[in-house]
């Protein structure tokens, strides 16, 4: 079966985006874009919320015909364009680049979607990935841990009334100084 498995960046104290949205203290050099594209090829699916879509979807569908764009991120404007798209939305209308629209997060529709043949589901944006959460979907969470404090922004985590226990299975050290901690379900059974 198909996991499902949040990435995602966050600063030292737990922030996903700065106070005002921002994201550019996001260290991503070469070698660290490299490793993203390496993974994300090997998915089945990106499941993004809207606000993570139509940020994809303004920069990636053309950024590897600009001259200034480097070598990973031509390679990923090819993976994102290629790569099946749910898109988790009340309010869009309509979306291109093999995309499909779906309305609300519902547990047996996502469990269908896992047992299709295929590569894992890459689970992107902080408020799809709570809904996720809320209903115990996610099988692995990579964090990217940033070597910044933000003080204040978006958390990746909010609050919650359960707890979900978790193995750490793999660690790494990029050269700028971001570390990806990779933790899978506590379970001995994958959901």
Known sequence: MRKIVLMM???????????????DWHLVDDELHSHFN??????????????????MAEFWPTADSDPT?????????RIWRDMPKIVYS?????ADWNTTIVRDVVVDEVMALKAQ????????????AASFMEHDLIDEY????????LGRG???????????RLRLVETRTF????????????ETSPR
């Open 154 to 164: 978006k958390r990746l985590f909010e609050q919650a009334d359960t707890m979900t």
């Open 9 to 23: 960046s966050v600063s030292l104290d737990g922030f996903m985006e700065g106070p005002d949205g921002e994201i």
């Open 117 to 128: 043949p295929g590569g894992d589901l890459a689970l992107g944006g902080a408020g799809l």
């Open 142 to 149: 990579r964090l990217y841990v940033h070597p910044v404090l």
């Open 90 to 94: 009340r309010t869009l209308e309509r």
């Open 69 to 77: 764009s480097s070598a990973p991120m031509v390679e990923f404007a």
């Open 38 to 55: 390496e993974q994300l090829a090997a998915m089945g699916a990106f499941l993004d919320g809207r606000v993570s879509h139509e940020l």
């Open 175 to 186: 050269g700028n100084g971001v570390v990806l901690l990779r933790y899978q379900r506590a």
